[in-house]
C-alpha cells in the first residue's frame, strides 16, 4: 500500500512539473528582466544557476544512496561470506547502505582480513572511517526519524 503511495507521488510531481517547470522559468526571466537592470539580472541568473547545480549534485547523491543500497540488497550475501564469518549482519536489508553494513561489523571487531582491506579501500575512496561513519550517520538517522514532533 505504502509502494502505492509513492507511485502516485511520483506520477502527481511529474504532472505538476509539467505544467510548472516551463511556466515557472518563463515567469522567472521575465520577472528578473523587468526589476533588475542587466547586472542585477546577471546576478539572479547567477543565484538561480547555483541552487539549480547544488539541487543536481544532491540529486546524484540521492542516486548513488540508491545504488549502494541496491547492491547491499542485491549483494549483501556474497559481501557478507566476503569479510565476515558472521550471519546476522544488516547485509541485504534495504535501508542499509554497504558502508553501514561494514561499519557495523568494523565497530564490532567481527571484519576478517578481506573486511578489513574492504573498509581501508572504502576509508580512502571516501574519507577517513569512512564505514564507521556511515554506520553511526544511520542510527543517528533512525533515532531522529522515530522521534515524535508534537
Given amino acids: ?68 543500497k541496491l547492491g547491499n540488497i542485491i549483494a549483501g550475501d556474497l559481501l557478507e561470506d566476503l569479510i565476515t564469518t558472521d550471519e546476522d549482519t544488516t547485509f541485504g536489508k534495504f535501508d542499509f547502505t554497504i558502508s553501514a553494513s561494514v561499519g557495523r561489523l568494523e565497530e564490532r571487531f567481527r571484519l576478517n582480513k578481506r573486511g578489513l582491506m574492504f573498509t581501508d579501500l572504502l576509508s580512502k575512496i571516501l574519507g577517513n572511517n569512512h564505514a564507521i561513519i556511515a554506520y553511526r550517520y544511520k542510527i543517528e538517522l533512525d533515532k531522529l526519524n522515530k522521534k515524535t514532533w508534537f
Avoid: W
Fill in 1 to 68: 500500500m505504502e509502494n502505492l503511495k509513492y507511485f502516485t507521488q511520483f506520477i502527481s510531481a511529474c504532472l505538476i512539473s509539467i505544467f510548472l517547470l516551463p511556466v515557472g522559468f518563463i515567469y522567472f526571466i521575465i520577472k528578473a528582466a523587468v526589476k533588475f537592470r542587466l547586472l542585477g539580472f546577471l546576478m539572479y541568473i547567477f543565484l538561480i544557476v547555483a541552487q539549480i547545480t547544488k539541487l543536481f549534485f544532491s540529486f546524484l547523491h540521492f542516486i548513488a544512496l540508491f545504488l549502494d
